[in-house]
């Protein structure tokens, strides 16, 4: 499996963008999906991950409400729809896999295939 994510760009503050995680050489519908990001000098933060199906979201408490996760398994690919965007949301976003059969998502596990992140930049 390789994910490819995108949607990523210069953005004002209070904007919106979608992030897309583009997967390839397995079906992402056997995999737990989540988002991530870091900005530069600071640690990696979790954001959200879906169960395989898209039945649950696992979402951290400080993301709920600006950042919602999605998937669309007939497409092999997931997102990230990221609203009111402040430039302190300015970081490079990943996406992640495990693989899983079960129905919810664990955002706190190890997360097995990543990929290469996509930059957000929030700034007027």
């Known amino acids: 499996l390789q994910l490819v994510e995108s949607g990523g760009g210069l953005v004002q503050p209070g904007g919106s963008l979608r992030l897309s995680c583009k997967g390839s050489?397995?079906?992402?519908?056997?995999?737990?999906l989540g988002w991530f990001r870091q900005a530069p000098g600071k640690e990696r933060e979790r954001i959200s991950c879906i169960s395989p199906l898209g039945g649950s979201t696992n979402d951290a408490d400080f993301f709920r409400g600006r950042f919602t996760i999605s998937r669309d398994n007939a497409g092999n690919t997931g997102y990230l729809h990221l609203k009111n965007l402040q430039p302190e949301d300015t970081a490079t976003y990943f996406c992640?896999?495990?693989?899983?059969?079960?129905?919810?998502?664990?955002?706190?596990?190890?997360?097995?295939?990543w990929g290469q992140g996509t930059q957000v930049t929030v700034a007027s």
């Open positions: 050489g397995a079906s992402l519908e056997s995999y737990a």
């Open positions: 992640a896999t495990y693989w899983s059969v079960r129905t919810q998502c664990d955002l706190y596990r190890s997360f097995e295939t």
